[in-house]
T-cell receptor, first 114, second 109 residues
Framework: GAGVSQSPSNKVTEKGKDVELRCDPI?????LYWYRQSLGQGLEFLIY????????KSGLPSDRFSAERTGGSVSTLTIQRTQQEDSAVYLC????????????FGSGTRLTVV | QKEVEQNSGPLSVPEGAIASLNCTYS??????FFWYRQYSGKSPELIMS????GDKEDGRFTAQLNKASQYVSLLIRDSQPSDSATYLC?????????FGGGTRLMVKP
């Protein structure tokens, strides 16, 4: 596609529920990244995919967080048993290999856990 | 020491002035450098990239890189209120971008 597409744009969920966030990268971008940004804070790295594999999962905050990427394209970030501290904007970005020309970000998913 | 450091600000400049945003990084092996602009409630947008020492100009924006000093800066000439945003410096480390915490710029009419 023309840009990085994320869905849903907003998600309100009850504490303890599971949520799935979706990212559709730019066509041809083999690398995909997930970040989290809490209100007024910087970007917190979560996970990185090169193709379908995730060489760097170091940023996932707990085992409630998981992510997968299929077909070298769409990625899903799943948060199980959501907690109020999971409330944030979840940003996806994609890039060409080695990020030579930087990342392109999607518009994000605003997650609110009530 | 953080890998990419920026002053969090806010940096306040009057309309029409030059805004100077600075960033330092720790890895001498870094080869590519980027500036992103993030408006409140929006996602980061790439506005400048620079790969070699010196200056790179694009409209009102100039990126400056000094690899010996491990320093990269962004100058915004004729600052406008619409330039008010958070500016993120990003450095390519090990084929991934590492972001600074961002500098909040406020341009006052």
């Amino acid at each position: 596609g023309a840009g990085v597409s994320q869905s849903p744009s907003n998600k309100v969920t009850e504490k303890g529920k599971d949520v799935e966030l979706r990212c559709d990268p730019i066509s041809g971008h083999t690398a995909l990244y997930w970040y989290r940004q809490s209100l007024g804070q910087g970007l917190e790295f979560l996970i990185y995919f090169q193709g379908n594999s995730a060489p760097d999962k170091s940023g996932l905050p707990s085992d409630r967080f998981s992510a997968e990427r299929t077909g070298g394209s769409v990625s899903t970030l799943t948060i199980q048993r959501t907690q109020q501290e999971d409330s944030a904007v979840y940003l996806c970005a994609s890039s060409l290999p080695r990020a030579t020309y930087g990342y392109t970000f999607g518009s994000g998913t605003r997650l609110t856990v009530v | 020491q953080k890998e990419v450091e920026q002053n969090s600000g806010p940096l306040s400049v009057p309309e029409g002035a030059i805004a100077s945003l600075n960033c330092t990084y720790s890895d001498r092996g870094s080869q590519s450098f980027f500036w992103y602009r993030q408006y409140s409630g929006k996602s980061p947008e790439l506005i400048m990239s620079i790969y070699s020492n010196g200056d790179k100009e694009d409209g009102r924006f100039t990126a400056q890189l000094n690899k010996a000093s491990q320093y990269v800066s962004l100058l915004i000439r004729d600052s406008q209120p619409s330039d008010s945003a958070t500016y993120l410096c990003a450095v390519n480390l090990s084929n991934m971008l590492t972001f600074g915490g961002g500098t909040r710029l406020m341009v006052k009419p």
